[in-house]
C-alpha cells in the first residue's frame, strides 16, 4: 500500500489485498487524525475481496473524514467487491467512481 500526498489538499491511498488492508486502513485513519484537511481517494485497484472487519475500519475512515468536513471517495472497486457493499446496503454510504484519475479530477475540481 502507498499513502500518498497527492497535492496539498487530497490523500491518495492504493489498498492492498486482504489480509493486509485492515492494517493499511488502521494506517490512513491515523494519518487523517493527524492531516485532517484533506480528502482522501480510495484506490481498490489490487483488491477483490474485502473483510468485515475492513468494512468496519472504511466506516470509520468515512466518520473521520465526514468529521472534519472532507470528503472520501472509493475507485477502482471490481464488481464482485461492489457487490458486497451492494449487499450490506454500504453502495449508499459510500462515494464511487471508476478509475482514481476520475476520483483525483473530481476533487481537484471541487477545491479549485
Request: proline fraction near 3%.
Amino acid at each position: 500500500m502507498a499513502i500518498q500526498n497527492w497535492s496539498d489538499t487530497i490523500l491518495l491511498v492504493n489498498l492492498a489485498p486482504e489480509p493486509e488492508m485492515g492494517e493499511e486502513l488502521q494506517n490512513v485513519i491515523e494519518t487523517v487524525k493527524t492531516e485532517g484537511d484533506k480528502d482522501v481517494v480510495v484506490d481498490f485497484a489490487e483488491v477483490d475481496i474485502v473483510t468485515s472487519s475492513s468494512i468496519a475500519k472504511l466506516l470509520k475512515l468515512r466518520k473521520a473524514m465526514v468529521d472534519c468536513d472532507h470528503r472520501m471517495v472509493l475507485c477502482s472497486v471490481s464488481p464482485k467487491t461492489r457487490n458486497i457493499f451492494a449487499v450490506t446496503g454500504l453502495d449508499s454510504v459510500f462515494e464511487f467512481v471508476e478509475d482514481q484519475f476520475l476520483a483525483l479530477a473530481g476533487l481537484q475540481m471541487v477545491t479549485e
